[in-house]
């Protein structure tokens, strides 16, 4: 999909909505267990219920590697069925790899050729050999790793070095890999602060922004200083939207939650 595609669904849906499908059999309604493929059948649902209310799906693979062979088949369902009946959205692995060249370029086939995902979260850490075999293939994205949600990215990405914040080392030595066209940024929800010095360094590209709901980011925050003229930010909510409810209502009650916010995304659209 490329870029100009995305922005049009966000247009078009008013919404800059995505859903991470991170499945856990201990946390999905109990009454799916007997399903024989009981990871698809929650994501089916979740996504019937929901498609209309988001631009993007963000399935963590962790989630389904854990669950070995089974998990991953789970994975492979879920991607195909996005693909095949709502070939609008955008589709995100989160599966957050990166590694010296001809394994990059391994992982890439993996998710852009074998599973048809859309992009792909890459992290950083090994530099240009590691991120240029993603960035080669057209009209798929690599989601670079840049300040990320987590209490822990206090120990390296904030930390200066020759005079400037890693992370910020990371967003400008990216603009100049091939094809860096194709990055997207990830920028946790919970640094929203931050974002008016990323946007001075890559004031156009989209960035993916977790931690919005259950980990306490806020989507005001976040469109204050990230926003753009192409709106420029996916928002994910996983845990937010889709353990709304562990009952037999799961997939209404994970309407329910996106809704909501679809409504203050229209709102920010409607306002800009």
Request: aromatic share 10%; hydrophobic share 40%; glycine share 6%.
């Amino acid at each position: 999909m490329s870029t100009q595609e995305l922005v049009n669904q966000i247009k078009k849906k008013q919404s800059f909505l995505c859903i991470g499908l991170d499945p856990d059999l201990d946390k999905i309604p109990s009454f799916l267990l007997i399903e024989e493929d009981p990871i698809f059948a929650f994501n089916k649902a979740i996504i019937d219920a929901t498609h209309h209310l988001c631009v993007a799906y963000k399935p963590n693979t962790a989630f389904y590697e854990a669950y070995g062979l089974a998990g991953w088949k789970s994975l492979e369902r879920t991607i195909q069925y996005i693909n095949e009946k709502h070939p609008e959205v955008f589709t995100i692995a989160d599966a957050k790899r990166g590694d010296i060249g001809n394994t990059s370029s391994m992982y890439a086939k993996a998710f852009f050729e074998d599973l048809q995902f859309d992009s792909i979260t890459v992290a950083p850490y090994m530099g240009k050999d590691s991120v240029e075999p993603f960035l080669s293939f057209p009209n798929k994205h690599s989601i670079l790793l840049a300040l990320t949600s987590n209490e822990g990215a206090f120990d390296f990405q904030t930390k200066i070095s020759e005079k400037k914040e890693v992370y910020k080392h990371v967003l400008e030595t990216s603009k100049s890999w091939k094809n860096s066209e194709n990055l997207m940024y990830v920028v946790g929800a919970t640094k929203a602060t931050f974002l008016a010095d990323i946007r001075k360094i890559v004031p156009k590209s989209f960035l993916l922004i977790p931690g919005v709901g259950a980990q306490g980011g806020s989507l005001e925050e976040v469109c204050k200083y990230g926003i753009t003229d192409n709106i420029g930010l996916l928002i994910n909510s996983s845990r937010g939207i889709i353990y709304a409810s562990n009952q037999e209502d799961f997939a209404q009650a994970a309407a329910g939650k996106a809704k909501e916010l679809q409504q203050k995304m229209r709102n920010v659209i409607v306002n800009q």
